[in-house]
């Protein structure tokens, strides 16, 4: 068991990281998952957990987070009518069939690997982030038929590995796809949920390496971090929202792609053993 005098700076760490996140999933749109994978990772470090199911950990409590904040996400969006449930119901089983099959495989993969999917799958969206064109479009419409059957699973699948809601891939997807990008971000949130669900239930019963698991954990998820998360995403999401009307969001988002650049190469060279 960790000693109080580093239990009480990951409590504050995590406070931090909490109300970072939920600011930034207001300001920018993004999802709190892509920031709180990293930061679950290195504080549990710090704590001294560095088994080989550590990222197992981070995947399933973020994906517990997103569980909670998906669902007022969706319910605020669909007060104001953003969200496109017809994309929405047409996709949520394949992303669900995705989310079940990665657990399935996240659950058997070393945290090295782990760190080294999340790297670079985080790479991809800081690129998209900084470089992508709202005009750039992929087709008229939300693909349908066979494409879907595959798009929707790997949709669920990737955001599984990273343990991320449906912001990071559904956004980018929905508005590539010439969906406006307020029904994009609401519709995402419901994603995020489908994602979510059958993500935890599967971590919850996964064997855990006591050497990988934080105390207070069910399965692979941490509930010290995942109520303390939960607490301040709610309490400071509210003012990034309030922020993105004040500020121009899109120098701020390339601000937040190097970030995530950055800290994907660090996924990456720890995964590599440098």
């Known amino acids: 068991m960790p000693e109080m005098s580093l239990l009480l700076p990951l409590l504050a760490f995590l406070l931090a990281i909490g109300a970072f996140a939920g600011v930034l999933a207001g ?3 993004v999802g ?3 920031v709180l994978v990293p930061a679950f990772f290195y504080s549990f470090q710090v704590l001294g957990y560095e088994g080989p199911q550590l990222m197992q950990v981070c995947l399933a409590t973020s994906l517990a987070t997103i569980v909670v904040t998906s669902v007022r996400s969706v ?7 953003a969200v496109d449930w017809e994309i929405l119901k047409s996709w949520a089983p394949g992303i ?16 090295d690997v782990l760190q080294g999917i999340f790297g670079v799958l ?7 982030m900084g470089f992508g064109r709202s005009e750039w479009r992929l087709g008229p419409e939300m693909p349908k038929g066979p494409r879907r059957a595959v798009m929707s ?3 669920g699948f990737l ?5 991320i809601g449906g912001g990071s891939f559904g956004v980018p997807l929905m508005s590539l ?23 935890v239930i599967g971590f919850l019963m996964l064997e855990v390496d006591p050497a990988s698991r934080p105390p207070f954990s069910i399965g692979a998820v941490n509930l010290i971090a995942f109520a303390i998360i939960v607490a301040m995403t709610l309490i400071t999401a509210p003012w990034g929202v309030k922020l993105a009307h004040s500020l121009d969001p899109k120098p701020l988002k390339r601000v937040f792609a190097v970030f995530l650049v950055l800290v994907s190469i660090n996924m990456l060279r720890r995964s590599f053993g440098f």
Do not use: D, E, Q
């Open 122 to 128: 985080a790479m991809i969206v800081g690129l998209y």
């Open 177 to 199: 796809h010439n969906v406006p990008i307020h029904r994009a971000v609401a519709t995402a949130a419901g994603f995020g949920l489908v994602i979510a669900v059958p993500g």
């Open 96 to 111: 669900a069939i995705g989310a079940v099959v990665g657990v399935a495989v996240a659950s058997n993969l070393r945290s």
């Open 32 to 34: 709190g998952g892509i």
């Open 159 to 163: 955001s599984v590995l990273m343990g």
């Open 75 to 81: 319910l605020s969006h669909n007060k104001k009518g």
């Open 153 to 155: 699973p790997s949709v």
């Open 27 to 29: 300001l920018l749109g």
